[in-house]
């Protein structure tokens, strides 16, 4: 990657979103979705962390609370050390306009019934009130060329572009705040192939030259290998194993991360295949199996994997792992100490070991 | 060098490298198939336009593009599953194990249907009508073809045809709603749903896309087994490069309507002979290897209104001459089982992305 990221802008901590599951005449609680469940993690400037799994794993719920789309469960999600889910007000609108979204669909993402100046426009009409019509416009001109389209599309509708150009406007729109950190929720999934390279060029060129930090959200991994700084893998709304792409892509640590890798159809013809292929589906969610969630699928489960929750734990080269194989000596439900064990907690990675589950101080 | 132009789809076979010593006869043959739609203003616009290749016997063929490329349009035009209007077959034939195709009738054709071609679909979420069990639903196929079968060999079919497939509790899933099952059980009930009437030729349009990797796998490999159990031909249609190399063992690249390259997928993705390919082989970003900028085809795929003269990826090739955007360049013998439909087929795939 071109950029070396720098300081955390933004972290989350112990953060949990679980959804009641309520039913019959009182609308008693019968259940809950643990979508996202106390997950720890954090996304610097310039860099590119992508949240990778399966459908109904919790990534797209994790983007949606870094946003504050969604109010957590339990836990915080921190900007600068500033927890936003309590923010109001001015400190909230501050946060709306260095945060901004960057969605999957281009067809119904952008409102049909706007031109594309007006979509762009409209957060600086909200974020920069000083800002004149012609000024406003200038601007609007301005995005569009810096995401490769000219200002002769102002004046357009969004039917009249294809997919790719649409999440253009997309990217020019989330730019007119002046944002530091996007996150882009399947942002290149429903683009033809041919397309997708441009939108994937035109996101690395805009984190140089703007120093983005990206929350990059993705099923297709040999997107998020290209693209990424670090890379999360998430399971049932637990994250399984997180590390640097290159480390984590060449050799991969937990089971999971490994079949799904081994998942991928290699477009090389001659290549070997050795595919671990888990049998069945995803468990539901309101209903995850006791202990690790990956148990049910696992090639390597073993008797005690159901026995008590696993910990995430750094490993020495600075990954963490949730999986009994790596370092987990005993299967501990007690989460004394400062959750990992001493001398494998990383240093220069601020909010990683430290802060840990003082969490569940915020419920909603 | 004289070129030949296609003229006999045979010509499209593996070549003699691939098959082998015994060649199985043709499955599925299409000739300069074309598929034309009336469009919104009455004008009529050619989605196809004289598509050939053929398939044979236990072989899977790749139908590649991206979306509006034709291909699933191809696919409908030879299921005869396309409204007319506005869908017109503009012309071509299709040869069924020898037997002409175009020209039979709709009863004829529904004997056929479901029978010695069969289809499955990309959506599993919208092929199965959601108010109807699964095994309803599986009852309708097998009496449309054996409509004296009693409820007890129907049922009995349905099961073991739930049972190939891997589903556990076939007996059980046959009593299930659609949404009752997950979006890989239901793609598993789709397959075995279009398996019932034993067919000699199964389309697959896009049957992963919508599923997740790991699900993707499962269903990847169930195809590969099912198709050498029973020597089904496949033509499996994908804009999943990984996907081609894993399934197929020729593949066929569509771009705006038209086959512009066809190859043994070895070949094919070892020295691809159109600039197009080639672009979409480059424009992938691969967990095998390691590039700092993707090399991406500029522009986009254009619609059909927007077709130009000459050869149609002439405008987002940054090969392409003043002769590209003349003439249309035919899809002409490169040999070794190999076509391209490029003028300058043996420079232009490889400078184009260099």
């Not at chain 2, 060649?23 to 919104?40: G, K």
Request: proline letters at 8%; one cysteine or more; charged letters at 25%.
């Amino acid at each position: 990657m071109g950029v070396t990221p720098g300081e955390p802008l933004i972290e989350c901590q112990g953060l949990s979103r679980h959804y009641p599951i309520r039913s019959g005449l009182f609308g008693r609680e019968t259940g809950r979705v643990r979508a996202v469940d106390d997950l720890t993690l954090h996304v610097r400037r310039g860099e590119t962390y992508s949240l990778v799994g399966e459908s109904g794993c919790g990534k797209s719920t994790t983007g949606r609370l870094f946003l504050r789309l969604e109010l957590p469960t339990a836990g915080r999600v921190l900007l600068r050390g500033v927890d936003i889910t309590s923010m109001r007000g001015t400190a909230l609108r501050r946060f709306r306009r260095l945060a901004q979204p960057v969605f999957q669909d281009p067809f119904s993402s952008l409102n049909p019934r706007m031109t594309v100046g007006a979509t762009v426009e409209e957060g600086l009409v909200i974020h920069e009130p000083d800002l004149s019509r012609a000024g406003r416009r200038d601007r609007a001109a301005d995005l569009l060329a810096l995401t490769g389209l000219d200002a002769g599309c102002l004046d357009r509708w969004p039917h009249e572009f294809s997919g790719g150009q649409r999440q253009r406007v997309g990217l020019a729109r989330a730019l007119s705040t002046r944002p530091e950190f996007i996150v882009a929720d399947e942002a290149v999934s429903a683009l033809d192939v041919s397309v997708q390279a441009q939108i994937i060029n035109l996101l690395r060129d805009l984190q140089e030259r703007l120093g983005l930090a990206y929350l990059f959200i993705a099923h297709d991994l040999a997107v998020v290998k290209h693209l990424s700084h670090r890379v999360g893998v998430m399971y049932l709304g637990h994250l399984m194993e997180e590390g640097g792409a290159d480390a984590l892509f060449s050799d991969p640590l937990h089971p999971y991360t490994r079949a799904l890798l081994s998942a991928i159809p290699n477009p090389d013809p001659g290549a070997g295949r050795g595919r671990i292929i888990l049998s069945g589906d995803v468990p539901r969610a309101d209903r995850p199996p006791s202990g690790c969630r990956f148990r049910t699928r696992c090639p390597s489960a073993m008797p005690r994997c159901g026995e008590a929750e696993v910990q995430l734990l750094a490993q020495a080269d600075g990954r963490k792992v949730r999986c009994l194989l790596y370092g987990q000596g005993a299967p501990s439900p007690a989460r004394a100490g400062k959750g990992s064990p001493p001398g494998l907690s990383v240093p220069g990675m601020p909010g990683e070991s430290a802060p840990a589950r003082d969490a569940s101080e915020k419920t909603v | 060098m004289v070129w030949k132009t296609v003229s006999d789809t045979r010509a499209l076979s593996a070549g003699p490298g691939v098959s082998g010593p015994r060649v199985p006869p043709p499955r599925l043959e299409v000739e300069n198939l074309s598929v034309a739609f009336r469009l919104a203003d009455g004008a009529e616009a050619l989605a196809v336009e004289r598509v050939s290749f053929r398939v044979d016997g236990g072989e899977t063929l790749a139908l590649v593009g991206e979306s509006g490329c034709g291909k699933s349009v191809t696919c409908l035009a030879l299921m005869r599953l396309l409204p007319v209007p506005p869908a017109r077959l503009a012309g071509g034939t299709v040869r069924l194990s020898g037997r002409e195709l175009t020209g039979v009738s709709e009863p004829e054709m529904r004997a056929v249907r479901g029978a010695a071609i069969s289809m499955i679909f990309q959506e599993p979420m919208t092929s199965f009508d959601p108010v109807y069990r699964i095994g309803d639903q599986l009852a309708e196929a097998v009496l449309a073809h054996n409509g004296d079968a009693s409820p007890d060999e129907t049922a009995g079919k349905i099961e073991s045809a739930l049972a190939a497939v891997g589903l556990p509790d076939p007996a059980g899933i046959a009593r299930r709603y659609p949404h009752e099952l997950s979006g890989g059980m239901k793609q598993r009930a789709m397959i075995a749903m279009a398996l019932l009437g034993d067919p000699e030729v199964l389309l697959c349009d896009e049957p992963t896309t919508a599923l997740d990797v790991t699900i993707q796998a499962q269903i990847v490999e169930l195809l590969n087994r099912l198709q050498e159990e029973r020597g089904m031909s496949m033509l499996f249609i994908t804009h999943n490069l990984g996907l081609v190399a894993e399934l197929a063992r020729r593949a066929a690249v569509m771009y705006a309507g038209q086959i512009v390259e066809t190859a043994a997928v070895a070949d094919l993705f070892e020295r691809p002979l159109h600039p197009y390919t080639a672009g979409l082989l480059a424009g992938i970003p691969r967990l095998d290897r390691r590039v700092e900028r993707l090399a991406a085809i500029p522009g986009n795929v254009p619609g059909l209104r927007e077709y130009p003269p000459g050869c149609k990826f002439a405008p987002r090739c940054p090969a392409a001459r003043e002769i590209c955007r003349e003439s249309a360049p035919p899809l002409a013998d490169r040999g070794g089982g190999r076509h391209s439909a490029c003028h300058f087929a043996e420079t232009a795939a490889e400078a184009a992305w260099a």
